[in-house]
């Protein structure tokens, strides 16, 4: 699958932090900005209570979950556009992620210095994102005015790249992001050719501190977080890191118990994962046999034979039909054998949309 979420902020907002505690991988975590220099790849399971609730039900040898990958990326500064601070490597490494994480700094700490001197989330997030636009609108000039000369030749690609790139610029002068441009399907796979960064979908990940991460939505700074995350469409998911990178070398009982004396019922991070998940354009269908039951991930609207591949090329290759029963369905009548007799197990052809929570067989023949 090979999509991965960019996880970016200002230095010292908690985004190594927030890495370790993602990946278990231990990225260097240090009080001063630029001490994450090369981007840092994690692979992170995805927590999903259907794989265990159909581990109980198959009794397989093993179960195997799904993942995807986080990149942690370096801190971004105020001119990072025109190549301040570590700029024009961070902001290429974000143009190979497919969606963003931007942790905002939403809590106060005299000991971890802020690289404006201040706490001011909404300032945080507008300096990451006018960087973006900036870095956008220097690339689509230079390519509208290509793209111009070879419209004026009638060039049929050009011709249809101009107009949209012109949207883009105005949007970018007006300092709004490409996201907030409502393009057709047909024109979106132009933009998708450009590897813009602000096209990219974002989420927005506020850091709290110990004391408040259970009343979260008390904090002044998450409320203000919440309200421009609303303006744009965007989701925010609150979550403290420094808790985070604790928990996550406890085992599940531990965890469990630790989450319920701070008063959280789910760890910030499962929210953040699925969040990030959903983000992508990702969703999970699963098998389930006595030898293994399994997630596997695939982009939302893929069809059977598609879904096939991701297990193995020739599944695809040589699909006859796939064997269909939702996850719901197979909970309610305990048995493969009982959701047959129902009739709620289908037989699905090429053309079928597969569905987050399916639970397939597919039949092949090469």
């Known amino acids: 699958m090979a999509l991965t979420a960019g996880i970016v902020g200002l230095p010292n907002v908690g985004k190594s932090t927030l890495f370790n505690a993602i990946t278990k991988a231990g990225a260097e975590s240090a009080n001063y900005p630029f001490c994450t220099i090369d981007p840092n790849v994690g692979i992170v399971e995805v927590p999903d209570n259907r794989l265990q609730k159909l581990t109980e039900l198959v009794e397989p040898k ?40 931007q942790v905002v700094r939403c809590f106060a700490d005299d000991n971890i210095t802020h690289v404006s001197g201040k706490v001011d989330p909404i300032e945080d997030i507008e300096v990451i994102n006018l960087e973006l636009i900036l870095a956008d609108l220097e690339a689509v000039e230079k390519r509208l005015s290509r793209v111009e000369k070879l419209a004026k030749q009638k060039d049929k690609d050009a011709m249809a790249e101009a107009p949209i790139l012109t949207r883009l610029k105005e949007a970018f002068e007006a300092e709004k992001p490409g996201r907030s ?16 960064l602000t096209v990219k979908p974002m989420l927005y990940v506020a850091n709290v501190s110990e004391d408040e991460v259970a009343n979260a939505d008390d904090n002044e700074y998450v409320q203000k977080v919440r309200e421009y995350a609303k303006a744009e469409g965007a989701e925010v998911i609150v979550i403290c890191a420094k808790i985070e990178e604790e928990i996550a070398e406890l085992d599940d009982e531990e965890k469990a118990m630790f989450l319920e004396e701070l008063g959280i019922e789910e760890s910030g991070l499962d929210q953040l994962i699925r969040a990030a ?39 695809e290759r040589g699909f006859i039909r796939a064997e269909t029963v939702a996850y719901e369905d197979l909970m309610a009548y305990g048995s493969m054998t009982a959701a047959k007799e129902a009739g709620k197990v289908r037989q699905e052809g090429k053309e079928y949309i597969v569905q987050d929570g399916d639970v397939m067989l597919f039949r092949f023949n090469v």
């Open 181 to 196: 441009i409502d393009f057709t399907e047909e024109e979106f796979k132009i933009v998708k050719g450009f590897h813009l």
């Open 62 to 101: 093993k179960t195997v979950p799904t993942a995807f990958e986080f990149t942690d990326i370096a801190g971004i500064v105020k001119g990072a556009s025109k190549g301040e601070g570590l700029g024009n490597k961070f902001l290429a490494h974000i143009r190979e992620v497919d969606a963003i994480t």
């Open 277 to 315: 998940y959903n983000l992508l354009g990702l969703a999970t269908y699963f098998t389930a046999g006595v030898q293994e039951v399994r997630a596997w991930t695939f982009r939302k609207g893929m069809k059977a034979p598609q879904c096939a591949g991701v297990i193995h090329s020739d599944f």
